[in-house]
């Protein structure tokens, strides 16, 4: 089957907002009717792009909004952070726990799409160095978080960090669009599909190995929601995503030897290996 993504955002973020009129100027692209109860809507070649009122953790209607054809969804986002890090950042969605205070469902994860997710994160390490940014804006995985959960095709999140005036300058959405846009038109791309677990919000090492060693992370459980590590939440993350990961790469320093071995029982049952960092 082909492959046809669906970008989506809200139309009351600055941030996803800018992204996709960067992406609908450069392209030249026209209206279409092709959503249903979209604020806006465009085609391109191989793809849509979907304005809705909704804010995106809350987009849990996306299989039944776009066309049957998408195979994916990419969501143009803004990031906050209590520390106001200026930032351009890629994750999966997911609550790990028994709350879904932003979106989702209590312990659901949605479909990862590793591969994808790991191309926008190399594409915007390299445009963030090619605009001189990079000393500026930290590029990174975020672990996974918020919703939406439930749709039933492979999903990530996209997004500039981390206040207004960030989400508003055109050159993030420049960026960001960029990063999407030469994705979109190069797919292919290979990579060592792999589940994380440990580390904090933004999992530096993670993303260290994600650039360096060419590993493409799915889900990644940070530090903070170990407590709800199991078998069960273990097998989500291995299972909900596409293509499935062929190991799980811990933070050794950031687990307990009652997590690890945990882990090491739920590869050894799911055909994985475990790396340790």
């Given amino acids: 089957m082909s492959r046809y993504f669906g970008l989506v955002y809200s139309i009351n973020d600055p941030a996803g907002k800018g992204i996709a009129d960067y992406i609908k ?6 209206k279409s009717t092709n959503c249903l109860n979209a604020e806006e809507c465009f085609e391109g070649k191989g793809f849509i792009l979907a304005g809705f009122r909704d804010e995106p953790i809350y987009f849990e209607y996306l299989d039944t909004r776009l066309p049957s054809r998408v195979t994916e969804y990419i969501v143009l986002s803004r990031h906050s952070s209590a520390k106001k890090v200026k930032s351009y950042t890629v994750h999966h969605t997911g609550n790990f726990g028994d709350e879904a205070l932003y979106g989702g469902k209590p312990r659901s994860l949605a479909i990862a799409n590793p591969i994808v997710s790991h191309k926008l994160l190399l594409n915007l390490r390299r445009l963030s160095i090619e605009y001189g940014v990079d000393k500026e804006y930290e ?42 846009i030469q994705f979109l038109e190069n797919p292919v791309h290979e990579c060592r599909v792999v589940a994380g677990v440990g580390g904090r919000h933004y999992p530096w090492k993670h993303t260290k190995y994600a650039i360096e060693k060419n590993y493409c992370y799915g889900h990644i459980m940070a530090k903070y929601a170990l407590p709800y590590l199991s078998i069960e939440s273990l097998s989500l993350m291995v299972n909900n995503s596409v293509p ?34």
């Fill in 25 to 30: 100027e450069y392209y030249g692209l026209e």
């Fill in 139 to 180: 590029v990174s995985y975020e672990a996974t978080h918020h919703g939406p959960t439930e749709n039933k095709k492979p999903l990530c999140f996209i997004e500039i960090g981390s206040t207004l005036d960030e989400w508003r300058i055109p050159k993030n959405h420049e960026i960001v669009g960029l990063a999407v």
């Fill in 244 to 277: 499935r990961p062929e190991a799980i790469i811990v933070e050794k320093k950031g687990t307990r030897k009652e997590n690890r071995e945990l882990i090491e029982r739920c590869a050894n049952e799911e055909g994985l290996v475990v790396e340790y960092i």
